[in-house]
């Protein structure tokens, strides 16, 4: 490893420490070395509050070593006012001569014109160091920017002998039936406050009464995502309890939203998946966790479009149920959570 992936390691490790309170920023570190030593670091906290590069400078004690010293940032530093002023005057005005940037920030407020900037101002500026990894830290910010739509995790849980849920008896409601043990539950918990939004299918919410939070979990409560056309959800359900955030996708007209409820009227003749997602992408929403039922994930995955899935499967054996979504298993990785073996599947262009 050389020198300057050493300190744009390090700019991930700690853009890392902002994942799940950036939104709808990306995860940012910073580092700034003098004489091969580390004399200043910090990283992206929340939106609206400093940038990396800021929390970076401010922690140098004598501020005479920047001018020569090198800062080192996982993602191009902005070029543009938003709730905070741009990176790039920030470091010119300190006169840092040697910047090194791990990817161009995809943002077309940025796009490059903060490295043009910089350079426009006399610094010596290296791009592209770890690049694949600075990529991957932010998989969800560039597949907002770049594809205009949600990074998407399709999510759920089957048995050993691959069904959702096992067959209900005649003139019997379903009642959820738990095939995780209690780690993975918490994990998908800890998943959500990771994640901007959460979608469930009509039949689920109806099925499942689902809270879709993170009680089990310390975390930022994601975006609720519900479909129900013709309103056949009870309002007593947990998701019209305006506790969280909620989007609820309908063919009515008459329906009135409130505060914390929001109606979206969309076509259900047509094609209802990029239309769910273009009214995602204009509510700055940059990952969705699908947690539907088998006809909402299988949708997604015959129209290829997620980018990740996770999938539980337990040791219970249900032997007639409800299929499990039928998914291609390329580029996979397993890791067992006690009894439940979890297999994580990217979805690579």
């Given at each position: 490893?050389?020198?300057?992936?050493?300190?744009?390691?390090?700019?991930?490790?700690?853009?890392?420490?902002?994942?799940?309170?950036?939104?709808?920023?990306?995860?940012?570190?910073?580092?700034?070395?003098?004489?091969?030593?580390?004399?200043?670091?910090?990283?992206?906290?929340?939106?609206?509050?400093?940038?990396?590069?800021?929390?970076?400078?401010?922690?140098?004690?004598?501020?005479?070593?920047?001018k020569k010293a090198t800062i080192y940032v996982s993602l191009e530093p902005c070029s543009h006012?938003?709730?905070?002023?741009?990176?790039?005057?920030?470091?010119?005005?300190?006169?840092?001569?040697?910047?090194?940037?791990?990817?161009?920030?995809?943002?077309?407020?940025?796009?490059?014109?903060?490295?043009?900037?910089?350079?426009?101002?006399?610094?010596?500026?290296?791009?592209?160091?770890?690049?694949?990894?600075?990529?991957?830290?932010?998989?969800?910010?560039?597949?907002?920017?770049?594809?205009?739509?949600?990074?998407?995790?399709?999510?759920?849980?089957?048995?050993?002998?691959?069904?959702?849920?096992?067959?209900?008896?005649?003139?019997?409601?379903?009642?959820?039936?738990?095939?995780?043990?209690?780690?993975?539950?918490?994990?998908?918990?800890?998943?959500?406050?990771?994640?901007?939004?959460?979608?469930?299918?009509?039949?689920?919410?109806?099925?499942?009464?689902?809270?879709?939070?993170?009680?089990?979990?310390?975390?930022?409560?994601?975006?609720?995502?519900?479909?129900?056309?013709?309103?056949?959800?009870?309002?007593?359900?947990?998701?019209?309890?305006?506790?969280?955030?909620?989007?609820?996708?309908?063919?009515?007209?008459?329906?009135?939203?409130?505060?914390?409820?929001?109606?979206?009227?969309?076509?259900?003749?047509?094609?209802?998946?990029?239309?769910?997602?273009?009214?995602?992408?204009?509510?700055?929403?940059?990952?969705?966790?699908?947690?539907?039922?088998?006809?909402?994930?299988?949708?997604?995955?015959?129209?290829?479009?997620?980018?990740?899935?996770?999938?539980?499967?337990?040791?219970?054996?249900?032997?007639?149920?409800?299929?499990?979504?039928?998914?291609?298993?390329?580029?996979?990785?397993?890791?067992?959570?006690?009894?439940?073996?979890?297999?994580?599947?990217?979805?690579?262009?």
């Amino acid at each position: 490893m050389n020198t300057h992936e050493k300190y744009i390691r390090r700019c991930i490790e700690l853009a890392q420490n902002g994942f799940g309170t950036t939104y709808p920023n990306p995860m940012v570190g910073s580092v700034i070395i003098y004489e091969g030593k580390i004399i200043g670091e910090g990283w992206h906290k929340k939106a609206g509050e400093p940038h990396a590069e800021v929390n970076a400078v401010r922690s140098v004690k004598d501020k005479s070593l920047l001018k020569k010293a090198t800062i080192y940032v996982s993602l191009e530093p902005c070029s543009h006012f938003g709730k905070t002023p741009p990176c790039c005057d920030l470091i010119i005005a300190n006169e840092i001569p040697n910047v090194v940037v791990g990817t161009v920030d995809p943002n077309e407020k940025v796009a490059g014109n903060g490295i043009k900037k910089l350079i426009a101002a006399g610094a010596n500026v290296i791009v592209g160091v770890l690049e694949k990894e600075c990529n991957e830290l932010n998989k969800r910010f560039f597949t907002f920017h770049q594809k205009k739509r949600p990074y998407i995790i399709l999510k759920w849980a089957e048995s050993q002998d691959g069904f959702l849920a096992p067959e209900k008896e005649s003139n019997q409601e379903r009642k959820p039936v738990w095939i995780t043990n209690t780690y993975s539950r918490q994990l998908v918990h800890k998943w959500r406050s990771e994640e901007q939004a959460i979608l469930a299918g009509t039949q689920t919410v109806i099925d499942d009464n689902p809270k879709l939070n993170t009680r089990d979990w310390s975390g930022t409560n994601p975006v609720r995502v519900v479909l129900d056309q013709n309103n056949r959800i009870s309002k007593d359900s947990f998701i019209f309890d305006n506790s969280v955030k909620t989007i609820v996708f309908t063919k009515s007209e008459t329906a009135i939203s409130t505060e914390n409820t929001i109606f979206e009227v969309i076509d259900f003749k047509q094609n209802i998946i990029p239309q769910i997602l273009t009214v995602l992408y204009q509510n700055q929403i940059q990952s969705v966790i699908i947690e539907g039922g088998l006809q909402t994930l299988q949708t997604f995955i015959d129209q290829n479009l997620w980018d990740e899935a996770r999938i539980f499967v337990g040791k219970t054996i249900f032997k007639k149920g409800i299929q499990a979504p039928i998914i291609q298993k390329k580029n996979v990785t397993r890791t067992y959570i006690q009894s439940d073996e979890l297999i994580n599947i990217r979805n690579h262009d």
